[in-house]
C-alpha cells in the first residue's frame, strides 16, 4: 500500500504561486499513474491533475488547465504540482495519490489511502 505526505501548501495572494510537493513510499508509485485531488470547504474531493506513470501524459481539470503544472520523479517516489496564477477559489486541502491510468483517476477515483493533505488558502 503506497502512502503519501503532502507538503508545501499555504497562505498566498490572489495571482501567485505555491509548489506543493508529494513524498511517497512504498515501490507501487512508480508503476501507477499519480494524481492530485482537492477538497474544499464543504465540497466534495476533485479532481485536480494527475500524471502517466512515466510521464509522458498528463490530465488536467478544466479549471486549472494552463496555471498548473504536474510532474514526477519516479528515482525519488515524489511527485510535484507547480501552481500559478493562484485564484481564491483553488483554497482547499490538496492531497496526491495513485491510480491505475489517467482516466480512472478522473472517473473512478484513485486506489491509494489518503495522507494528510496540506491547506493552501488563496486571499483575494
Known amino acids: 500500500q503506497v502512502q503519501f505526505v503532502e507538503s508545501g501548501g499555504g497562505l498566498v495572494q490572489a495571482g501567485g504561486s505555491l509548489r506543493l510537493s508529494c513524498a511517497a513510499s512504498?515501490?507501487?508509485?512508480?508503476?501507477?499513474?499519480m494524481g492530485w485531488f482537492r477538497q474544499a470547504p464543504g465540497k466534495e474531493r476533485e479532481f485536480v491533475a494527475a500524471?502517466?506513470?512515466?510521464?509522458?501524459?498528463?490530465l488536467y481539470a478544466d479549471s486549472v488547465k494552463g496555471r498548473f503544472t504536474i510532474s514526477r520523479d519516479n528515482a525519488k517516489n515524489t511527485g510535484n504540482l507547480q501552481m500559478n496564477s493562484l485564484k481564491p477559489e483553488d483554497t482547499a486541502v490538496y492531497y496526491c495519490?495513485?491510480?491505475?491510468?489517467?482516466?480512472?483517476?478522473?472517473?473512478?477515483?484513485?486506489?491509494?489511502?489518503w495522507g494528510q493533505g496540506t491547506q493552501v488558502t488563496v486571499s483575494s
Open positions: 500524471i502517466s506513470w512515466n510521464g509522458g501524459s498528463t
Open positions: 495519490n495513485v491510480g491505475s491510468s489517467l482516466r480512472a483517476m478522473n472517473s473512478v477515483g484513485p486506489i491509494g489511502s
Open positions: 512504498g515501490r507501487r508509485f512508480s508503476s501507477h499513474a
